[in-house]
């Protein structure tokens, strides 16, 4: 069965701090992965896709990782700010042409 | 506007009723999404549209629901006889070609549907 998991379900940061937060599929056959970020009362938006060829990928503070061969992914924060406040949601495709395949998300929360 | 738009925000209605939820894609996309995210729970495929090709109706949960795309752009989902647990919010997304092959969905912002 195509599942995403997602850990921790949440987590509470200080600002400035880091933070990872993982991933794990059993899609097959797997497309691409793709990290969004879901603030409270908004749709997601995409933070990174990456494909079975590509290991890691940033955008800004964002870096996600991908290991094809363990079907795990990570997506790291740096320097947390409080607008990073949000639910951050992995998403498998397992094809070209079919559903994306939902985790249900790692709600994170930046304090001050 | 440039963004996915969809229609009512919010809509409350009675157990037994049939609601409509409107989507409006960026102009161009050619791919369609309907999910639902129920509360503390992830989001939930529904159902796909690509162009002209028979949507992928995998995800609807019963026959109450249905979705149709008019034209290739503006979707509509009905939800008929609507029962509590049909509570949700249901989000659509627009993609610029087929989502599998890499191409960003861009999400709306939703409507949250209350069934009392």
């Known amino acids: 069965k195509n599942q995403v998991e997602q850990s921790p379900q949440s987590l509470i940061i200080l600002e400035g701090k880091n933070c990872t937060l993982q991933?794990?599929?059993?899609?097959?056959?797997?497309?691409?992965l793709r990290w969004y970020k879901q603030d409270t009362g908004r749709g997601p938006v995409s933070l990174t896709i990456?494909?079975?060829?590509?290991n890691t990928k940033s955008n800004g503070r964002y870096t996600a990782t991908l290991d094809a061969d363990t079907k795990q992914s990570s997506l790291h924060i740096t320097a947390s700010q409080l607008s990073d406040s949000a639910s951050y949601i992995c998403?498998?495709?397992?094809?070209?042409?079919?559903?994306?395949?939902f985790g249900k998300g790692t709600t994170l929360s930046v304090s001050s | 506007g440039a963004g996915v738009s969809q229609s009512p925000s919010n809509k409350v209605t009675e157990k037994g009723k049939d609601v409509e939820l409107r989507c409006d894609p960026i102009?161009?996309?050619?791919?369609l999404y309907w999910y639902r995210q129920s509360l503390g729970q992830g989001l939930e495929f529904l159902i796909y549209?690509?162009?002209?090709?028979?949507?992928?109706k995998s995800g609807l949960p019963s026959d109450r629901f249905s979705a149709e795309r008019t034209g290739g752009s503006v979707s509509t989902l009905t939800i008929q006889r609507t029962q509590q647990e049909d509570s949700a919010v249901y989000l659509c997304?627009?993609?610029?070609?087929?989502?599998?092959?890499?191409?960003?969905?861009?999400f709306g912002p939703g409507t949250r549907l209350l069934v009392l």
């Open positions: 997304a627009s993609s610029p070609r087929v989502a599998g092959a890499g191409g960003t969905q861009y």
């Open positions: 991933c794990n599929y059993t899609v097959s056959p797997f497309s691409n």
């Open positions: 998403v498998v495709s397992a094809r070209e042409g079919t559903a994306l395949i």
């Open positions: 990456m494909t079975f060829s590509e």
């Open positions: 102009s161009g996309h050619t791919a």
């Open positions: 549209f690509q162009g002209n090709s028979a949507p992928d």
